[in-house]
């Protein structure tokens, strides 16, 4: 029998070419996807000067990654502002963010504010601080983005946290309710956009770990042990490993609503609706259908689009996107 001769170094070359493989593939996802949400919901136009809320999580540092790849690829010009907000958390590495800010050589304001003395001092210990902290914190970022000239606001939730949100308002707040991938701010003054909107948080973590963001850890949000964001979470991580597509397609479910089939009197006229004789395609046979979902995997849901219109209307080819 003739034996084999085991070449390491011909293993290494060939575990390295297929690691850039798989990294490559996640860019290119990860771009497509956020240039499918920002043409969906028209996020970023002509001129526009993007402010990116920089945390030093995970999710904002992909997001600024991504937009700065999107921008040096798109056929109009808008510019990009990374901003962050210093809320003099205790042990917070101040230097970190301005020197990465710095090294990518992109317009950056650091703001100092001291909220989370604020917290602390008004909510007791062991509740919920995520609600003073977003209003604070919004408040603040509201102001710096007229101060800049900011004509957008962009924010790092992705599909886990509008998923989350929704399952928090119906099963906590009894509303269908859950973060808009687009807003203008209750003042009516801002455009907040979410870039992140169609993104995974399993791709995001991924893409961090390769770009080696450095991740500053928050002292408060997350850290709470009684979050009912953290049982929601739990719940979609168990449907992901029990029944591949169930997250996927209530996601899906967001953009494709059917208020006749709902009971909100302000959505849809039924006080008013009568029989006309006129047959209704909306009708009680409109949402028969013998497919059924449960059987799909996660790879099948992810084939397709939650919107309707093309990856990207700065027409982005994610085809020549290089791995950076």
Same mark, same amino acid.
């Given at each position: 029998?003739?034996?084999?001769?085991?070449?390491?170094?011909?293993?290494?070359?060939f575990?390295?070419?297929?690691?850039?493989?798989?990294?490559?593939?996640?860019?290119?996802?990860? &771009?497509?996807?956020?240039?499918?949400?920002?043409?969906?919901?028209? &996020?970023?136009?002509?001129?526009?000067?993007?402010?990116?809320c920089?945390?030093?999580?995970?999710?904002?540092?992909? &997001?600024?990654?991504?937009?700065?790849?999107?921008?040096?690829?798109?056929?109009?010009?808008?510019?990009?502002v990374?901003?962050?907000?210093?809320?003099?958390q205790?042990?917070?590495?101040?230097?970190?963010l301005?020197e990465?800010?710095?090294?990518?050589?992109?317009?950056?304001?650091?703001?100092?504010r001291?909220?989370?003395?604020?917290?602390?001092?008004?909510?007791?210990?062991?509740?919920?601080?995520?609600?003073?902290?977003?209003?604070?914190?919004?408040?603040?970022?509201?102001?710096?983005?007229?101060e800049?000239?900011?004509?957008?606001?962009?924010?790092?939730?992705?599909?886990?946290?509008?998923?989350?949100?929704?399952?928090?308002?119906?099963?906590?707040g009894?509303?269908?309710?859950?973060?808009?991938?687009?807003?203008?701010?209750?003042d009516?003054?801002?455009t907040?956009?979410?870039?992140?909107?169609?993104?995974?948080?399993?791709?995001?973590?991924?893409?961090?770990?390769?770009?080696?963001?450095?991740?500053?850890?928050?002292?408060?949000?997350?850290?709470?042990?009684?979050?009912?964001?953290?049982?929601?979470?739990?719940?979609?991580?168990?449907?992901?490993r029990?029944?591949?597509?169930?997250a996927?397609?209530?996601?899906k479910?967001?953009a494709?609503?059917?208020?006749?089939?709902?009971?909100?009197?302000?959505?849809?006229?039924?006080v008013?609706?009568?029989?006309?004789?006129?047959?209704?395609?909306?009708?009680?046979?409109?949402?028969?259908?013998?497919?059924?979902?449960?059987?799909?995997?996660?790879?099948?849901?992810?084939?397709?689009?939650?919107?309707?219109g093309?990856?990207?209307?700065?027409?982005?080819?994610?085809?020549?996107?290089?791995?950076?």
């Open positions: 029998m003739q034996s084999v001769d085991f070449n390491p170094t011909q293993t290494t070359r575990s390295e070419e297929r690691q850039r493989l798989e990294q490559n593939k996640l860019s290119k996802r990860l &771009m497509r996807e956020a240039g499918r949400a920002i043409a969906d919901y028209n &996020m970023i136009e002509a001129g526009d000067r993007v402010m990116v920089l945390s030093g999580g995970k999710d904002s540092y992909g &997001m600024l990654d991504i937009l700065m790849t999107l921008r040096q690829r798109a056929p109009i010009d808008f510019e990009i990374a901003v962050n907000l210093d809320q003099k205790p042990g917070f590495p101040a230097d970190i301005p990465y800010l710095t090294k990518l050589d992109i317009p950056f304001h650091i703001e100092t001291d909220t989370y003395s604020i917290v602390k001092r008004l909510i007791p210990e062991g509740k919920t601080t995520c609600s003073l902290c977003s209003r604070l914190r919004r408040g603040i970022l509201y102001r710096v983005a007229s800049l000239g900011a004509t957008k606001i962009a924010l790092g939730h992705h599909r886990d946290d509008i998923l989350a949100t929704f399952f928090l308002n119906m099963f906590y009894a509303k269908l309710k859950a973060m808009p991938p687009k807003l203008v701010s209750d009516g003054r801002h907040v956009i979410r870039p992140l909107a169609y993104i995974r948080e399993a791709d995001l973590i991924a893409y961090a770990q390769l770009k080696q963001f450095p991740i500053i850890p928050c002292n408060l949000c997350g850290s709470q042990e009684n979050l009912k964001r953290k049982e929601i979470g739990e719940m979609l991580a168990q449907w992901d029990k029944d591949p597509g169930r996927w397609n209530t996601f479910a967001l494709n609503i059917a208020p006749s089939h709902l009971m909100d009197t302000t959505l849809f006229d039924f008013g609706l009568k029989p006309d004789g006129i047959a209704n395609p909306q009708g009680d046979t409109a949402f028969d259908t013998s497919e059924t979902t449960a059987d799909r995997t996660q790879d099948a849901c992810e084939s397709s689009s939650v919107g309707t093309p990856a990207w209307t700065i027409h982005v080819d994610t085809h020549h996107l290089k791995n950076t």
